[in-house]
């Protein structure tokens, strides 16, 4: 069964370090979901697939200068959002045309 999730972050992008982190984080959410802002991200995943999320993530940050937010949401189209201005994003429910 899959879940939908909202994935927010925020990298300390005030060395080198952090800035490639700052990427890899990026990278890899966009590898799980898609970008609806900056550094929000909404995604679908399974049981497996959210926790080798967590795991992968963890390794990735910094765990005193970066900070990462997983909100497990009932409905991330339809009428559980609202949308105001640009729309970037696409209903995962739609059929997707490579």
């Known amino acids: 069964m899959t879940m ?3 994935v927010t972050y925020d990298i300390s992008t ?3 370090d952090g800035v490639k982190r700052l ?3 990026s990278q890899m959410c966009l590898n799980y979901g898609q970008r ?3 550094s929000v991200f909404e995604c679908r995943l399974d049981e497996l697939g959210y926790a080798e ?4 993530m ?3 940050i910094h765990p005193t200068e970066d900070s990462v937010r997983i909100y497990h949401v009932h409905r991330l189209h339809g009428s559980g959002v609202v949308s105001l201005g640009k ?3 696409f209903d995962l429910d ?3 045309i490579l």
Do not use: N
């Not at 999320?53 to 992968?56: E, L, N």
């Open 14 to 16: 005030e060395s080198p």
């Open 58 to 60: 963890g390794e990735l």
């Open 94 to 96: 739609d059929p997707l």
């Open 4 to 6: 939908e999730y909202v």
């Open 53 to 56: 999320f967590v795991r992968r």
């Open 87 to 89: 729309d970037v994003g």
């Open 36 to 38: 609806v802002q900056k």
């Open 23 to 25: 990427r890899r984080v």
